[in-house]
């Protein structure tokens, strides 16, 4: 039978080096699935398969040893699950995702419920080259958000209550910056020091601090032929708006500057860095004070 490679690909069916083998990359959004869905992967994976699967380094899932014949009958026995396939190539591609404030004592964000809003907003948009999007709910930084084109990295922003503090020292134990001061009772704070993880007000035990969640972004990330650590371009901000207002404009710029095969950070070095910056701050500036207002 005669196969469209480049098609499969696209459609997240990964050519194997043997013939008429496929290794089927499965839709998983911020690296979570079901338990029902991993029960129908199971079943494709036996009946089709050899009965195993591969996890990837981006919180998907391939099912290998896929034959060309099947593959309409593997995506009606996936689909009975709740599983689609997911894309390759020149497209957004999945987003990664930690488990967020859902679960983990240390987010700031819910992350899972980001990562839904982005996939619906971008998941196999087409465009010249791949694009990456990862969300991570910390400073501890689990998902390497800087390895994305955008990085999502969550923070937020505190506010000491006087009344309820007890002067205990806690906060500025944890304060892993020494941005924290007790001195005669009272709390400081110097910002220029912060880092906007929110340790101070998870750890305070009478709950002494006022949590504002927001963003940390940053753009340009590569990890693979060629390395580069993502730019923060802009300081911390709160608003899912302003988020989502960065990244259609990052997303509309890679779409119209790019050339085939680009990752976004050459995209902007051939543009210009200063440029770009200047782009990502205009738009910040803009919607940031509107929010503040």
């Known amino acids: 039978m005669a196969v469209d490679y480049a098609t499969l690909k696209k459609g997240g069916w990964m050519r194997q080096k043997q013939k008429n083998k496929f290794a089927l990359r499965v839709h998983v959004i911020g690296g979570t699935l ?26 998907s899932l391939e099912i290998p040893w896929m034959d060309a014949k099947d ?35 240390s987010a700031c964000i819910d992350t899972q419920d980001l990562a839904k809003k982005i996939d619906k907003r971008y998941f196999a948009r087409e465009l010249p080259g791949k694009f990456k999007f990862g969300v991570t ?7 390497k958000t800087e390895e994305n084109d ?31 001061e007790l001195k005669d009772g009272k709390i400081s704070i110097d910002m220029d020091k912060c880092s906007y993880c929110g340790r101070c007000a998870k750890a305070c035990p009478v709950d002494a601090y006022e949590e504002h969640p927001g ?8 990890f693979g032929n060629h390395i580069h650590r993502g730019n923060n371009i802009v300081p911390f901000f709160e608003g899912e708006d302003t988020l ?5 404009a990052t997303v509309d710029f890679f779409d119209k500057n790019a050339q085939p095969g680009d990752r976004l950070q050459f995209a902007i070095d051939r543009y210009g860095q200063d440029k770009f910056d200047d782009m990502i701050k205009k738009i910040y500036d803009e919607n940031v004070y509107k929010e503040d207002k």
């Open 71 to 105: 593959i309409e009958n593997i995506k009606k026995d996936l689909a009975e699950y709740g599983v689609t396939p997911s894309v390759c190539g020149p497209r957004v591609r999945t987003t990664t995702a930690c488990q967020g404030s859902a679960t983990c004592p």
């Open 137 to 143: 709910g910390c400073q501890n930084n689990c998902l």
């Open 150 to 180: 955008i990085g999502i990295k969550g923070a937020e922003r505190v506010e000491w209550i006087p009344d309820k503090c007890i002067a205990c020292g806690v906060c500025v134990k944890a304060c892993r910056e020494n941005a924290i």
């Open 34 to 59: 079901t338990a029902e869905q991993l029960i129908g992967i199971q079943k494709v994976a036996d009946k089709y398969g050899h009965g195993y699967v591969h996890l990837t380094a981006r919180q």
């Open 244 to 248: 989502f207002k960065l990244c259609d």
């Open 215 to 222: 963003y940390i972004m940053s753009w340009g990330g590569l």
